[in-house]
């Protein structure tokens, strides 16, 4: 039976125009769009709201990357639409399981981003005992430009086998993810190789096949 | 002689314009007017220009907590006029170095805040050598209400001498703020003894003359 996987598109531009465009451009093709974290800081909640109006089939993921004051910072983006935020796995469980509630007090998901854990294995285990939904592996943009890749720790914590939805995140490529899918992941979000694209549908449409075919 | 101690508001608060009308009740007595990490999520890049053309005297610190792609993210709230940006010491040292250098391309200062990090002398060495101005020791809300302070890290860290202005944040009231100067603190943070008080403008005229007595 072919497993369900998810393509998140990751909207990292700061013009809040380019940014809904780009949305529509790959809306048919993908399932989750992301607010990323620098656009988000740029534009505030008001797009958030704008881009779950628009797209309302879509669930719309805001990478707050919150690191304190967890139920606080999170609640607002949750009652604004947004179906999925992040918690930074680096933060107190205290914080992690404020945007859980948040999460769940809304019928949403609260996602940690084991960006720069050191015991990336102890966090996804603490994090999934505390309520998180979805437990993101993020190779980021800083780290990737010094040739990291988030291939092993997707083997580490699918192997874990923690029942939660697994996203990877980290110069995910047409040639590459495939492999991403076949090693566990349920989210697949894919950034400047849509939005960097020459044709940004295009480059989704394509995603979407590889992700399928690789799912099936 | 006297010591400089810097005292900075942190606002909290998600509505805009109760933040602008904090910072013009408290501006007479504070150095740096501070836009918390969730107002500046839920408001954005205009709330930013909005406190600077209004407050163009006091330097104005746009808490972004950046976690990666660090000139990116902090690059054009420089440019829209903060003077401050924070960027956490448990992100990868490039993106602490991609912050310093849009921080000094634009003239302003770059601030690590050393929340949640394991070895905070080790960090604030790493980023002292990295050209960070700012060396944060912050103890967040989620800590706080477990009943965390400041104190010690702050003795850590001003033992190590290491040149840098140092900017204490956690919880700090009138009973402790005296204590935080002569501890070594050389800006000193004030978020909700001021704003939760039932007279701000009264609260930061307090923490001024409080300041200024332990600075003398």
Redesign the interface.
């Known amino acids: 039976m072919a497993k369900e996987v998810l393509i998140q598109v990751a909207l990292?531009t700061?013009d809040p125009q380019v940014t809904l465009d780009l949305a529509a451009k790959t809306a048919p093709y993908i399932d989750i769009i992301e607010i990323g974290?620098?656009c988000?800081?740029?534009?505030?909640?008001?797009?958030v709201k704008e881009m779950k109006s628009r797209f309302g089939d879509k669930k719309v993921l805001v990478d707050?990357?919150t690191?304190?004051?967890?139920e606080?910072?999170a609640r607002?983006?949750f009652e604004a639409g947004a179906d999925i935020t992040t918690v930074?796995g680096?933060?107190?469980l205290?914080?992690i399981k404020?945007v859980v509630k948040a999460a769940h007090d809304n019928n949403a998901w609260a996602q940690v981003d084991l960006?720069?854990v050191?015991d990336k294995a102890a966090c996804a285990k603490a994090c999934a005992e505390a309520g998180v939904d979805v437990i993101g592996i993020h190779t980021?943009?800083?780290?990737q430009?010094?040739g990291a890749t988030p291939f092993a720790d997707l083997n580490l914590i699918a192997g874990l086998n923690l029942g939660k939805k697994i996203s990877c995140a980290g110069g995910i490529k047409p040639e590459t993810v495939g492999d991403v899918v076949k090693a566990g992941a349920d989210i697949v979000v894919v950034g400047g190789a849509i939005y960097g694209a020459d044709d940004p549908a295009a480059a989704a449409k394509q995603m979407r096949e590889l992700v399928d075919a690789a799912a099936a």
């Open positions: 990292d700061l974290t620098p988000l800081k740029y534009n505030g909640i008001s797009l707050l990357k690191m304190d004051a967890g606080y910072e607002p983006f930074l680096v933060a107190e205290a914080t404020g960006i720069s050191a980021g943009l800083d780290a430009a010094a």
